[in-house]
């Protein structure tokens, strides 16, 4: 009963029309600065979350999550040694490679390319780049057809479309100081892998038979390509894999490579969000003073109130509904709902500015994807809005603790 009253008192008081011009005007940049801080903190934790998901989709989920390489010699027993990196805990699964570097030309353009020879069966079960590639190019990616896989950012530098003809030329390997000649193929593109970002930039892929007879290497390959069941685990993973082979080899994982992106990532949700709440936080105090004029304002009404017989509670209660329904509450609804409107389209806002200005924000030649993403978590905007609402409780305290300390003989003759 005493809580519905004050509320109800309290809401007459924020939104009556007795309200002063200076006590309106304050409120009001308060409730803005509330509602732009929130709706900003929300559109950038929506980006990030954007940005770690797709970094799942198109870094993780194509990448390997280690690698093992031979340090002196291939490995030509290599069927075997699938089973039993396969046998280690937390390994998903395994995939023979084989890479090298070669030149791909296409008219009078030449690129220099690290060129992977993959199994296609084994490859599908360490990387998701079967659902990148375009059309059934994937499933009719057969040996012995001069065939070749290229990255969306490869096929543009080249001018190519999907059935031309490409010439692939591989160095000749030194053979007693001497320099053989180097090797020229003419390859088929029946696939191009769009993965809108950096990796279309460097992705050529054939089938590993055809990379063995090109590279004269009989049934060796360069090194096994691992799947992690916890991802973030790999560094150790790769270890104990490494210790199962009983040979020397190099360990790699992708986050030596690419773990600089999601540390990035983390690092900038971090400064965000404590750069915003401190904004948050300054928006709500500014609650403060608003309610301190408010007090001197409703002296008259205080007075009335106290004898009527409200008590000292009830006239705190009062300023504290007065403080959360002025600010607070409106404040951080109206920035939850325009934050999560604007996070929910930001991709289609991004790319409407875009064409608009001709200006890319992200390249997909530097950044791992070309458009702005946005994932909006529930979680987010309710740690969001309860933190607001937290920092305009403590801001309404020591007002609505002044306004209950106000004698109502005192009050009456300041009038």
Known sequence: MIGG???????????????????????????CGIALSIAVLIISLSAMNGFENELNKRILSVVPHGELEPVNRGFTAWVSLLSQIEKVSGVVAAAPYIRFTGLVEHGSKVIALQIKGIDPKLE???????????????????????QILIGQGIVNSLSLKLGDWITMMIPGRHVEDQILQPKYVRLQLVGIINLNGILDHSLAYIPIEDAQKLLCIGSNIT??????????????????????TNLYVYLHSWIGTYGYMYHDIQMIRTIIYLSIVLVIGIACFNIVSTLIIAVQDK??????????????????????????????????????????????????????????????????????IDFFP?????????????????????????????????????ALNLQ
């Open 374 to 410: 946005s994932e909006l978590h529930f979680s987010d905007v309710i740690i969001i809005f309860v933190t607001s609402i937290a920092l305009s409780l403590l801001a309404s305290w020591y007002p609505a603790k002044k306004a209950s300390r106000l004698l109502p003989a005192k």
């Open 124 to 146: 599908s079960r360490v990387s998701a780049l079967s659902s990148y590639a375009s059309g059934e190019a994937w499933k009719h990616f057969l040996p012995n057809k001069n």
């Open 299 to 368: 002296r008259r009404q205080i007075a009335i109130l106290r004898t009527l017989g409200a008590n000292n509670s009830l006239i705190r209660s009062i300023f504290i509904w007065y403080g959360l329904l002025l600010g607070g509450v409106l404040g951080s609804l109206v920035g939850t709902i325009i934050g999560g409107l604007i996070a929910l389209k930001l991709t289609s806002i991004v790319e409407i500015i875009e064409k608009l200005t001709g200006c890319h924000v992200l390249s997909g030649d530097v950044y791992f």
């Open 223 to 244: 090194g096994i390509a691992i799947k992690a069941k916890h991802p973030f685990e790999a560094d150790l993973l790769i270890r104990q894999v490494g210790e199962v």
């Open 5 to 31: 009253l004050a509320c109800f008192i309290g809401f007459r008081f924020s939104y009556g029309k007795s309200q002063g011009g200076i006590t309106s005007l304050i409120a009001v940049i308060s409730t």
